[in-house]
C-alpha cells in the first residue's frame, strides 16, 4: 500500500506539478504544492492503518452543545 | 475572451440532478414515517424564499460567481474571510456525497468490494470533468437528465402491482410537529445546497432569467421528489421505509413480475453514480474556483486534481461508520448547514441591497 501511494504521487507530481513550474505559475505552483503535501500526508497515515482525526467529530460535538440534544 | 456558457435548460438540468443526488436514495425525511410525502412539499414550500434570495443574487450581480460577490460587497478582507465558509462548505459536502456512494456501495451492491474503490473513482471521474469545465457538466446533465427520469418512470410503472394505500393511513398520527421537522430537514438537505449554483451559474447565458431556472429546477425536484417517496411508503409502508438505509434500492429490488423482470435495482444504482457524479462535481467545481479566487490564480483548473483527491480521502477519514453518518445526514447536518444556506445569503443580501441603494457599488446590466 504505502509503495502505491508514493509511486502515484510521484505520477501525479510529475503530471501535474511540474508543467505549472515549467510554466512559471509561481502562485499555482505553491498553492498546489501545498495541497499536494496535505493530501500525501493524509494518504500516507492511511496506508500505514494510522486512524486519522476526523474533522467532521469536533463539528458535531459543537452543534450539539449548541442545540443541548 | 472565450468564457464558458451554459444554457437555461442545461442549467435547469444540472439544477434538478444535483438536488435528486443522494439524498432521494437515503430516502426524504425518514423521521416522518408515513408522512414523508407531506414533508416533501412543506420543504418545498419552506425553499420558495431562500430561492428567491439566491435568485436576486444572482440578478443583481450579474456574471459574476459567490466569490467575486463576496469580495464586492464585504470588500477585500473580510470577503476572504467568507469566501473561506463557502471554500470549507462544498469541499465537505461533496465529502459527504462521495461517502454515500462509499456506503452504498459497501453495505448494498458490492459488499466486498474495499469502500475507497468506489470512492477514488467517482473522485477520479470528477476530476475529469471539472477539468474539462462547466460547459461539459452543462452538457453531461442534459445527457443524464432524460435517463434518470425515464428509470424513474419505467420503474414506477413496474411497481404498480404492489401499491398498498393502507400504508398511507394514519395521516398525520403524531400531529405537525414531527412533519414540520422533516420539512426542515428536506429543505436544508437537497433543497436550499443549491446555494452552490452562486458559483456555477455565473457560466449562465444572460439573456435568461435566472429567477426561471432556479424554480423550474426546483419545481421538477419537488414533483420527482414527491412522488418517489410516495411510492416507496406506498410500497414498503412508512415503518420500514424509517429504517432501511437506502430504501428506493430496497423498493425496486421488491418488482417480481412473472419470474421475469426481477433484480432491476441496477437501474436504481445507475441513477444513484449519474446523479452523485453530477453533486460531486458541482461541489468541487466551487471549491476549485473558491481557492483560485482567494489565492489569486490564473486559472482553477492548476489544482482540480488536489482538491479532488483532498475530498476523497477526506470522506474517507469523515466517519467510522454508516450509523455515524446516518447521524450526522439526518440529525446534525440540518444545523450545520444553517449559516451557509440562510444566515450568510441574507446578510450578503442585505448588505449588497443598502450598497446599491447608497450608490456605493457598480452592479453592471440589471434587468
New interface residues.
Given amino acids: 500500500m504505502v509503495v502505491l501511494v508514493i509511486f502515484s504521487y510521484a505520477l501525479i507530481i510529475y503530471l501535474d506539478l511540474i508543467p505549472l513550474y515549467r510554466k512559471k505559475l509561481w502562485r499555482d505552483f505553491g498553492v498546489n504544492m501545498a495541497l499536494t503535501l496535505l493530501t500525501f500526508a493524509i494518504a500516507f497515515l492511511i496506508s500505514l492503518d494510522v486512524a486519522v482525526p476526523s474533522p467532521v467529530y469536533p463539528i458535531k460535538n459543537l452543534i450539539i452543545s449548541i442545540l443541548g440534544k | 475572451m472565450n468564457k464558458e456558457m451554459i444554457t437555461s435548460k442545461q442549467g435547469v438540468y444540472l439544477l434538478t440532478l444535483f438536488m435528486i443526488g443522494s439524498n432521494l436514495f437515503m430516502g426524504l425525511a425518514p423521521a416522518a414515517k408515513s408522512n414523508a410525502w407531506i414533508a416533501a412539499l412543506i420543504g418545498t414550500l419552506m425553499a420558495l424564499p431562500i430561492i428567491f434570495i439566491y435568485a436576486r443574487l444572482l440578478s443583481l450581480f450579474k456574471g459574476r460567481d459567490i466569490f467575486d460577490i463576496l469580495n464586492l460587497v464585504f470588500g477585500n478582507v473580510l470577503g476572504k474571510i467568507v469566501a473561506l465558509a463557502y471554500i470549507w462548505y462544498p469541499l465537505?459536502l461533496g465529502a459527504m456525497v462521495i461517502r454515500d456512494l462509499g456506503e452504498f456501495f459497501n453495505t448494498v451492491a458490492m459488499p466486498e468490494t474495499p469502500m475507497l474503490l468506489p470512492m477514488l473513482f467517482m473522485g477520479f471521474i470528477s476530476i475529469w470533468a471539472v477539468m474539462a469545465g462547466v460547459e461539459l457538466l452543462g452538457r453531461c446533465s442534459k445527457i443524464f437528465f432524460p435517463i434518470v427520469v425515464i428509470i424513474m418512470f419505467i420503474t414506477t410503472l413496474l411497481v404498480i402491482p404492489y401499491l398498498n394505500f393502507a400504508h398511507l393511513k394514519p395521516v398525520m398520527y403524531d400531529g405537525i410537529g414531527p412533519i414540520l421537522n422533516s420539512g426542515f430537514d428536506i429543505f436544508s438537505f437537497p433543497l436550499a445546497e443549491t446555494v452552490l449554483f452562486l458559483g456555477v451559474f455565473s457560466a449562465l447565458k444572460t439573456e435568461t432569467s435566472i429567477y426561471r431556472v432556479y424554480y423550474s429546477g426546483l419545481f421538477i425536484f419537488a414533483a420527482i421528489g414527491v412522488l418517489l417517496t410516495l411510492r416507496n411508503i406506498l410500497v414498503l409502508g412508512g415503518d420500514i421505509v424509517s429504517v432501511v438505509n437506502f430504501p428506493l434500492y430496497v423498493e425496486v429490488s421488491r418488482i417480481n413480475i412473472g419470474e421475469f423482470i426481477q433484480r432491476i435495482e441496477v437501474s436504481v444504482a445507475t441513477t444513484f453514480v449519474i446523479t452523485d457524479f453530477i453533486k460531486v462535481s458541482v461541489c468541487l467545481y466551487v471549491t476549485c474556483l473558491g481557492?483560485?479566487k482567494l489565492?489569486?490564480?490564473?486559472?482553477y483548473r492548476?489544482?482540480v486534481?488536489?482538491?479532488g483527491?483532498?475530498m476523497v480521502?477526506?470522506a474517507?477519514?469523515?466517519?467510522?461508520n454508516i450509523m455515524d453518518m446516518i447521524y450526522?445526514a439526518f440529525?446534525?447536518y440540518a444545523?450545520?448547514a444553517l449559516p451557509f444556506q440562510v444566515i450568510l445569503p441574507v446578510i450578503i443580501l442585505v448588505i449588497a441591497e443598502i450598497r446599491i441603494r447608497a450608490g456605493q457599488l457598480q452592479t453592471g446590466k440589471r434587468y
Avoid: A, D
Fill in positions: 465537505h481557492i483560485s489565492f489569486g490564480l490564473k486559472n492548476s489544482i486534481v488536489q482538491t483527491l483532498l480521502l477526506l474517507y477519514i469523515m466517519y467510522e450526522f440529525e446534525i444545523y450545520y
